[in-house]
């Protein structure tokens, strides 16, 4: 019940914040007009490239606009900040896990931000380009896609965070985290674009179940998995939830030493 209420109130805090999410929303439409028009370039010049269309190309586009509140694939975590003045000694004193406490803010974040931040541009960017609107099912497939990755997105942003317990200035491997999850996620480009081997290595690395991973579900195209239909969906599940697991358990060992290392200095 304590996790459930973590995340219920980092829905309603975000949720103060209506207009500033809505102004975020048109800054996210806005470049989803421009990143779709230069696909469609990209997409006419080269029909098919990655097994993509050109309808896929501009639906995968909005795909990434609408989830990029969600993902936070811009921004850290209130905990590096916490970690920086000392706050955390707070958070590690409550009767409840760190890693667990921080998730359940996370995903109530991630929950808002899908709704306020990431419906309107996908909407918009439907009607504009009369895409077409896939069924229930693939809905479904999706929303489940979306959570597994908003876990791995936390995940990967936890572990970066509790870098800062032995950094002096945690801003560069902010800035490389940023770097790395906009290139890798399918942010900037569908990942199925990425030539010979660095493809590969992309499809390969966390960063693909954060963008691409959920786009390929809802579009029906997770051949890239070597398996087709529902056993194609049960890998990418599968692909997201390894990550989950490894980064989750990456970010409770450092947690350990983390407390550990508060205890050696008398916090």
Known sequence: MAYAWVAWYAVRRHAAYRFGALAEAVSNTAFGFMRAYILI??????????????????????????????????????????I??????IDLHRPVDLQGWWLADDLGRAAFALAFRGGPPLVIGVVAFALPIPGAAAWAAFAVAVLIGAIVSFALRYVVALLAFWLR????????????????????????????RLGSLAHLLPWAALIQVPADVLLGKTEHFGLAGNAGLLAAYGFQAAWAVVLLTAGRALTAAARHKLVIHGG
């Open 169 to 196: 200035d945690d801003r560069g491997i902010d800035a490389v985290a940023v770097v790395t999850s906009l290139f890798f996620s399918g942010m900037i480009l569908p990942l199925v674009v990425f030539p010979g």
């Open 41 to 82: 370039a990209l997409w006419h010049a080269r029909p098919g490239l990655g097994g993509y269309d050109v309808t896929d190309a501009v639906t995968f586009c909005f795909l990434t606009q609408a989830l990029i509140g969600p993902m936070q694939i811009f921004g850290g975590m209130e905990l590096t900040g916490r």
């Open 84 to 89: 920086r003045t000392g706050d955390v000694a």
